[in-house]
Structures are given as structure tokens and as C-alpha cells.
């Protein structure tokens, strides 16, 4: 059980906008810290795909953005494609912990 | 080009030892926080430990403290995790990765190719 919640799954179909929610607390994204968000294929290493909340890093497209609000933060990802099929997490920092937290994962599927 | 490479995964017994390394390659390697992140299959990403490139402080899960080291040779750009009293809930996939920026401790923008611990009679 992590102190960030994402939901288990989304869906969306080619074209589409879809959002990954990342819910937390006080001692982590309420305190200001910043989200980062990875990305995972089946089968190979994540990639960060924005960090900061909101920066993408070079290479990654705009169609993936960052926002934070609050406890909260969010993925969007417009003009969805198949190829965005992928496991994607959140991750911030904790002060409780002392150190850094991932989401428990979203898993998207592009139907 | 940013490499890490990661190896020293292997089949432990319970109760055993083991040592990671991971070979950096492409950057001023002091210059940087490097991580370990584990994945146990069929699972999401756990963060285990970092440590600063400048003052080498460390940082913990609370489910490895006391029982994993983390350490970073500047002078061979090599980090190591030192991993003790192993467990079956250790048994994951262990990555290396580094920061995105020196500024962005926790971004990790680039990630090695992950080395496998499984630990089992």
C-alpha cells in the first residue's frame, strides 16, 4: 500500500485524452515536493517521462503534461496511441519516510 | 552517452549476502545523486536507497534500513548496494539510475538495465 494512490488501470482509444491521478498527503505532494512521472513498457526499464510536475525531458513528446494541485497531481496524455500502452507511475518525496515514494502504478490500455 | 550497468544479481539463500554494482559511464559521475529502485515481479517500483554525489548522505526505505549499504567510488564511478540478512520479499529486479539534472535529486532520468536478485532455498 503506498502513500501515493493511483488508480489500477485506465483505458482510452486511439485519438483520445487520457489523465493518471496521483493522490497523496501532507508529508509528500501537500508539502510541496515535486512529482515526477515514469513510464514502463512491458519488458524493459522505466523512462521519465516528466519531472518537476510539469518538465518534460528532451525526447519525450508534448503530448504527455504534468500538473499539481493540492495533495494531488496528474498524467495527461492526449492523442493517445497504441504505443502508449505501458505501466506508468508516479513518484515524490516524503518527508515522514525520510526519503522517496512511488505510486502504486497505472496500467494503461489503448483499446 | 549516460550508461549504467548494473550486475552482481544472483540466486541467495535466505539469511545470505550479496553486492551490486553498477558501472557508470557518459557524465562526472561525483557530481551526481544516484538511486537503486527495485521491482519484485509482477510488481510496481520501490525505491531503495540514494545518495548524494556531493556529501555522500544516505537515504533508506524504512523496508531495507539496517540491512542494505549503499556506497558510490567517485574516483571508479561505480555504485554499490551492499545487501545483508536477505529475505524472499527481497527478491526483485534492482535498477541503478541517476538524476535527470545535479538539481533534481529524485528525477531519475536515466535507468540501467536492471539486475535480477532472487533469494530462495
Known amino acids: 500500500q503506498s502513500v501515493l494512490t493511483q488508480p489500477p488501470s485506465v483505458s482510452g482509444t486511439p485519438g483520445q485524452r487520457v489523465t493518471i491521478s496521483c493522490t497523496g498527503g501532507?508529508?509528500?505532494?501537500?508539502?510541496?515536493?515535486?512529482v515526477h512521472w515514469y513510464q514502463q513498457l512491458p519488458g524493459t526499464s522505466p523512462k521519465l517521462l516528466i519531472y518537476?510536475?510539469?518538465n518534460r525531458p528532451s525526447g519525450v513528446p508534448d503530448r504527455f503534461s504534468g500538473s499539481k494541485s493540492g495533495t494531488s497531481a496528474s498524467l495527461a496524455i492526449t492523442g493517445l496511441q497504441a504505443e502508449d500502452e505501458a505501466d506508468y507511475y508516479c513518484?515524490?518525496?516524503?518527508?515522514?519516510?525520510?526519503?522517496?515514494?512511488f505510486g502504486g502504478g497505472t496500467k494503461l490500455t489503448v483499446l | 552517452e549516460v550508461q549504467l550497468l548494473e550486475s552482481g544479481g544472483g540466486l541467495v539463500q535466505p539469511g545470505g549476502s550479496l553486492r551490486l554494482s553498477c558501472a557508470a559511464s557518459?557524465?562526472?559521475?561525483?557530481?551526481?545523486?544516484m538511486t537503486w529502485v527495485r521491482q519484485a515481479p509482477g510488481k510496481g517500483l520501490e525505491w531503495v536507497s540514494t545518495?548524494?554525489?556531493?556529501?555522500?548522505?544516505?537515504y533508506y526505505a524504512d523496508s531495507v534500513k539496517g540491512r542494505f549499504t549503499i556506497s558510490k567510488d567517485n574516483s571508479k564511478n561505480t555504485l554499490s548496494l551492499r545487501i545483508n540478512s536477505l529475505r524472499a520479499d527481497d527478491t526483485a529486479v534492482y535498477y541503478c539510475?541517476?538524476?535527470?539534472?545535479?538539481?533534481?535529486?529524485?528525477?531519475?532520468?536515466?535507468w540501467g538495465q536492471g539486475t535480477l536478485v532472487t533469494v530462495s532455498s
Open positions: 539510475a541517476r538524476t535527470v539534472r545535479e538539481d533534481y535529486i529524485g528525477a531519475l532520468g536515466y
Open positions: 557518459g557524465f562526472t559521475f561525483s557530481s551526481y545523486a
Open positions: 545518495i548524494l554525489g556531493s556529501d555522500f548522505t544516505t
Open positions: 501532507s508529508s509528500n505532494i501537500g508539502a510541496g515536493y515535486d
Open positions: 518537476g510536475s510539469r
Open positions: 513518484q515524490s518525496r516524503d518527508s515522514s519516510l525520510n526519503g522517496w515514494v
